[in-house]
């Protein structure tokens, strides 16, 4: 049985309903616990246990003490291109925003790989938009086989393939693929996604499974916060968790705690997220899954990075581009501007990335919050008292 049919049977509306009503001997009671069940989740995510959140955070950094060591992992996008057949209202890649794309040449990826093993990073995901004609499996491959000589942990953020497409991206080298559902809400989902194949929810979210198929050693799922209620995208998110864990266990899971940040198109969050509830669910995913890794990418701020660091995040990017050639101009050359898919000449966008001297001005996915050098992120993370680690450990031990 795939998850979807899992899926449908969920009671999702009743566990938000005991989310919302739980009290504090609950909360209590649930955290006295060492195995938890999606209830328990929906507890841990509770306003109630919101009040609690000082207990929360002290289990939820003992445990990934206990389980991670005092380590954090780090890892850049390399974003190869920006063209894009879908429409998703809340991407700045969206197919009818009018912005700069461009998609690189292999020896521009390669460039741009080199620059990101050079401030240290040795685990790098590629990011593209999905569109066959720019962004083929053909060419997948060869940006990964490209890769992987020079950097020993290559994962993938693509549009979603068949699981006889994704094996030769194994076999060129890649270990891990990342696919977030962005909501797990069927009317919002329906809404938010207006052309493209990417409008088949359960198309999507049978991806990790197809993606365990093809022999990806790790997998990354999440939902995007903004688009639905948070705690119905968290048990969501946890109940796919749950079943990864199950039913694909011999890859390593991460879950993402993305919140959605401004892009191109002006889309505006339809529900909020608070710092405060954020810092909660990273604590609830903790204890509910001591060995699971957590991401937090630079859509947070500094701030709020630094402060979660220690609480139950394992792994984070730092020092991002979401443009393609961000870390290096490369594609300077061919970048055109589309309009409702189309390419006409380049004018000025609005949304186009400041050059910043050696950057393209390809238009970024979302503005990051966390401007900070990789090595001012490494420098304060040591300061914490915790080591960066620039190497992914698995792909160590197996190359
Ligand atoms: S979210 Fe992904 S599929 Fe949707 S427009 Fe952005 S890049 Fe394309």
């Not at 996008?77 to 057949?85: A, G, K, M």
């Not at 001591?290 to 701030?303: H, I, N, Q, Y």
């Not at 990789?374 to 680690?389: F, M, R, T």
Request: hydrophobic fraction near 40%; glycine fraction near 8%; include cysteine.
């Amino acid at each position: 049985m795939s998850f979807v049919a899992e899926f449908n049977s969920l009671p999702l509306a009743a566990l938000v309903k005991r989310s919302l009503g739980t009290d504090s001997a609950a909360v209590r009671e649930t955290l006295t616990r060492d195995r938890l069940s999606l209830a328990d989740f929906a507890q841990l995510i509770s306003p109630a246990a919101g009040v609690a959140l000082e207990t929360l955070g002290q289990r939820s950094q003992q445990l990934t003490r206990q389980r991670f060591g005092k380590v954090i992992r780090l890892f850049a996008p390399l974003y190869l291109s920006n063209e894009c057949i879908n429409n998703c209202k809340y991407c700045g890649f969206s197919r009818d925003n009018p912005i700069l794309r461009v998609t690189l040449t292999v020896d521009e990826v390669q460039r741009e790989a080199r620059a990101l093993a050079a401030q240290g990073f040795r685990n790098i995901l590629l990011v593209a938009g999905e569109h066959p004609k720019f962004v083929s499996n053909g060419y997948l491959a060869e940006c990964v086989a490209a890769l992987h000589a020079e950097i020993p942990s290559v994962s993938l953020e693509v549009g979603p393939m068949e699981a006889d497409e994704y094996r030769p991206l194994v076999t060129a080298g890649a270990d891990g693929l990342v696919v977030y559902q962005e909501t797990y809400d069927r009317a919002i989902y329906d809404d938010l996604h207006t052309a493209g194949p990417k409008k088949n929810f359960d198309w999507r979210l049978e991806t990790p499974e197809r993606a365990y198929t093809a022999c990806f050693r790790r997998i990354g799922i999440g939902a995007l916060y903004g688009l639905a209620d948070w705690r119905y995208e968290a048990l969501c998110v946890a109940a796919h968790a749950d079943y990864l864990l199950r039913d694909c266990w011999k890859a390593s899971l991460t879950i993402s705690l993305p919140r959605l940040r401004p892009c191109a198109g002006e889309f505006e969050p339809l529900t909020h997220m608070t710092d405060r509830e954020l810092v909660q669910l990273v604590c609830a995913f903790r204890l509910m899954f001591p060995d699971v890794g957590l991401v937090l990418s630079t859509r947070e701020s500094a701030k709020l990075r630094d402060g979660l660091f220690p609480l139950g995040i394992t792994l984070i990017s730092a020092g991002s581009h979401t443009e393609p050639g961000g870390y290096t101009g490369a594609g300077k050359e061919n970048i055109h501007q589309t309009v409702r898919g189309r390419i006409v000449d380049v004018g000025a966008s609005e949304w186009a990335t400041p050059t910043n001297g050696n950057a393209t001005n390809a238009t970024g996915q979302f503005n990051i919050a966390d401007e900070r050098s990789a090595d001012e992120v490494a420098k304060l993370i040591q300061s914490l008292g915790y080591e960066p680690v620039w190497k992914d450990w698995d792909a160590a031990l197996t190359t």
